[in-house]
């Protein structure tokens, strides 16, 4: 079984669970109670909140900030930089002119699923879902949640397309009806959800 590897000038606290065979590169901070699967890569100057949740065979790149309580899917690409936010409406002081303490936050997460990516430079707005194998483009603001397989660009992100597992855009054969240019692999858009029917 593979060692876990930690670079000297990272910081991950004690309380962090780390599957077999994860890298954890040059100054990045883990915060307690994280799990990490197996796996992973997790990047240069990378920060991850207490208690996230990190699949197997991620790859989380440099200076990417996830904060807590973000839940991401096993085979997750999170481009250089990118945020995952827990707070929709952050102030740093209440109406009163207190500074804020963690009782006065209502966090919320970023759920990622299986193989989704997220193109660097993108910040997701929490409480949203990014589903199975979607890509996000880019520099993209994302404030809604994000449909299995599809593919959303911009600020705010829109949708213009969909993906398969490879990640190349899907031809549309007929309406509705959907092909992978690289693995062949159709898909039939049924009732907005798209579905994958052969291998």
Same mark, same amino acid.
């Given at each position: ?11 991950? !606290? *004690?309380?962090?669970?780390? &599957?077999?065979?994860? /890298? ?8 307690? !109670? ?5 796996? =992973?890569?997790? &990047? *240069?100057?990378v920060?991850?909140?207490?208690? $996230?949740? +990190?699949?197997?065979? =991620? ?7 996830? %904060? #807590? ?6 085979? $997750?690409? +999170? ?12 102030r ?6 207190? @500074? ?6 209502? @966090?919320?997460?970023v +759920?990622? !699923? ?6 660097a430079?993108?910040? =997701? ?11 996000? &483009? ?7 949640? +994000?449909?299995?397989?599809? @593919? $959303?660009?911009?600020?705010?992100? *829109?949708?213009?397309?969909?993906? &398969?597992? /490879?990640? !190349?855009?899907?031809?549309?054969? #007929?309406?509705?009806?959907?092909? =992978?240019?690289?693995? *062949?692999?159709? %898909?039939? @858009? ?10």
């Amino acid at each position: 079984m593979s060692k876990v590897r930690i670079a000297p000038s990272a910081i991950v !606290e *004690k309380s962090t669970i780390i &599957g077999a065979g994860t /890298s954890i590169w040059h100054n990045a901070q883990i915060q307690g !109670e994280s799990v990490i699967g197996s796996d =992973c890569i997790i &990047g *240069k100057d990378v920060y991850i909140g207490a208690g $996230v949740t +990190v699949g197997n065979k =991620c790859k989380i790149q440099n200076g990417a900030q996830v %904060y #807590e309580p973000a839940v991401i899917g096993d085979g $997750v690409f +999170v481009g250089p930089q990118v945020v995952l936010t827990n707070d929709r409406i952050p102030r740093a002081i209440n109406p009163n002119g207190s @500074l804020k303490t963690s009782q006065d936050w209502n @966090l919320v997460g970023v +759920v990622i !699923e299986q193989g989704a990516s997220i193109g660097a430079n993108s910040t =997701c707005v929490a409480p949203i879902r990014i589903g199975t194998w979607a890509m996000i &483009g880019a520099g993209s603001v994302v404030i809604k949640d +994000v449909p299995n397989y599809a @593919l $959303v660009v911009g600020n705010p992100a *829109k949708q213009i397309g969909w993906v &398969g597992e /490879s990640g !190349e855009r899907l031809i549309e054969e #007929e309406a509705n009806h959907f092909s =992978c240019p690289i693995t *062949k692999s159709k %898909y039939n @858009l049924i009732k907005s959800e798209l579905k994958r029917i052969t291998p």
